[in-house]
């Protein structure tokens, strides 16, 4: 009887992460992965039915987990300083823990798997954030705006000191590190930005 | 989730959306597959079949005899 090794299930996503982030989806195969992984073709086979459906249940695990780190500790009815805040720790935190899910995030976002990811991703996460911005609204604590506007103001400022981060350097290659000083800096700006 | 057991799998040469949609007929209707897909991207065009009641030979023949190289994937 074939019974499933969670033990290789793991090693099979891990290794898939690994190779996907470094070849693409064009350069990746369930041949190249059985062998990154020391395991046969067959026992792949078995566990996911062709490459897309390994790509997409990979795709949505981690999505999952990711929406379950964006929403830890998170109270939809804080004020909208507070919420923010646990909102940029746990989005700086999951990505310096999880690197390579991040940047298979960003390839999915610009492939055509990108539906079907999309169909099921962060509905967990949606529904909290949707009831936070609600209420901050509510509240008069912040105006109501498109969301493109909200987010470009309210992330992007931290994305880009995370790459900043993870690429060692900053604007013309300045050398740089993420300090609590600098993420918190910005913060406060952003805050003032939104904040009514 | 899918019994382990139950799935099939095969080395064809079934290598074009062409030849899976002639396959398409025979075994979305035979008696005994419940699931099946082709995967083209694959250097073995492996052959996948959810079964509860077939074998790999009874498969094997089935396509074999569609024209079909078919072999267990091991």
Known sequence: ?196 | MENLDHILLFITDIKTEDCKTKLQAILDNYDGISKWNIALDDQDFVLRIVSETLNHQQIIELINNQGHFCCELT
């Open chain 1, 1 to 196: 009887m074939r019974i499933r090794d969670e033990e290789k299930v793991q090693l099979v996503k891990q290794k898939a992460l690994e190779s996907l982030v470094k070849d693409g989806f064009e350069g990746f195969s369930m041949n190249k992965l059985a062998k990154a992984c020391g395991i046969s073709v067959a026992t792949l086979y078995i566990y996911y039915k062709d490459k897309d459906d390994l790509i997409i249940s990979i795709g949505q695990e981690e999505g999952d987990k990711m929406a379950d780190a964006m929403i830890k500790n998170f109270d939809p009815t804080a004020s909208f300083e507070d919420g923010m805040r646990i909102q940029w720790q746990n989005r700086y935190a999951y990505v310096m823990a999880n690197p390579l899910a991040y940047l298979f995030f960003e390839q999915l976002r610009t492939s055509t798997y990108q539906v079907k990811f999309l169909e099921s991703f962060m509905q967990k996460f949606k529904v909290v954030i949707t009831a936070f911005m609600h209420n901050v609204v509510a509240r008069g604590e912040m105006n109501p705006m498109p969301l493109e506007v909200f987010w470009s103001v309210a992330y992007s400022p931290l994305y880009s000191l995370i790459r900043f981060e993870r690429e060692g350097q900053s604007v013309g290659g300045k050398p740089f590190k993420m300090t609590d000083k600098i993420l918190w800096q910005t913060f406060d700006l952003v805050i003032k930005a939104l904040k009514n």
